[in-house]
């Protein structure tokens, strides 16, 4: 995600922008500025610094305030592209207020402190647009903690250790020991589980299927039987065989999307009704 548009790093910025701010007034409380009353008044302005230490300023304290300042506009600076908000020097052309701030305290400074801090202001401004843009433009987010709880479960130990193709797996391996508990099947193999267990036959001794619920002469119920007769032998072939089996490591984009298929079946399954037909007795 381009940074202009994640919200979050966009609210850090503000933060940094405010805390740039801040620790830059509590510097100049310990200072006059060129003109005003303890300062040179203005007599050698453009020439002697914009600002001017007051009398009787520790310079410690003054250190400790100037180290704070040059720290907090090393993380407000990000902000200066992202908002275009600059100073116009004459001989200079477009100046960053953030990154040159320490000119106000130099002979022959490119800018006074109030042009710095007009800046910090226009810049909250702007970010604080960009925010409300960027959460209005956000796509919906959906963790992998709010999927089906049976492929969540099986996978977040792993996923959390960054082991993404095994909590494919584990997962994968969970939804179709569900399908094998809830059909007692144990007899044949998975992909041939799920074309049986969802198969367009009716069901037969051992043999049950899942079918959508509804009336099976619906349209909406029908179109879900049919699409899930492909889709479930398909997530088994193309996610559960090929984590299994494949060998190399997962993205985490690449394995999330394939735990949301899974999350699917899943809670397709769920809804299911199981249709099954008892077993003959033997003749007499």
């Known amino acids: 995600m381009q940074a202009r548009k994640n919200p979050e790093y966009l609210k850090a910025l503000v933060a940094a922008v405010t805390d740039f701010r801040e620790a830059l007034v509590a510097f100049l409380e310990l200072h006059v500025n060129n003109g005003e009353p303890g300062g040179l008044g203005g007599v050698a302005r453009g020439a002697a610094p914009a600002v001017l230490r007051r009398d009787g300023a520790d310079p410690q304290e003054i250190a400790r305030r100037h180290s704070r300042v040059s720290r907090a506009a090393g993380l407000a600076a990000a902000a200066v592209p992202l908002t275009h908000v600059t100073v116009t020097v004459q001989g200079f052309g477009a100046v960053d207020p953030i990154s040159a701030w320490q000119t106000i305290t130099r002979p022959k400074p490119l800018l006074e402190a109030v042009d710095v801090l007009d800046a910090c202001d226009q810049a909250l401004g702007r970010l604080e647009g960009l925010v409300l843009q960027a959460e209005a433009e956000r796509p919906p987010a959906v963790g992998a903690e709010a999927m089906h709880p049976l492929v969540w479960g099986s996978a977040s130990r792993l996923w959390r250790d960054g082991h993404f193709r095994e909590a494919v797996a584990a997962a994968a391996e969970a939804v179709v ?91 397709w399954v769920d809804e299911c009704d199981l249709i099954e037909v008892a077993a003959q007795e033997g003749g007499g």
């Open 177 to 267: 020991l569900m399908v094998k508990t809830r059909t007692r099947r144990n007899d044949i193999a998975e992909t041939a589980l799920w074309q049986e267990t969802f198969s367009i036959k009716e069901p037969e001794p051992g043999k049950p299927r899942l079918r959508w619920p509804g009336d099976p002469e619906n349209r909406d119920v029908g179109t879900m039987n049919s699409g899930l007769r492909s889709f479930a032998p398909g997530v088994q072939m193309t996610i559960r065989n090929t984590v299994s089996h494949g060998v190399g490591q997962l993205g985490e984009q690449a394995a999330v999307e394939r735990l949301a298929a899974l999350s699917l079946l899943a809670r």
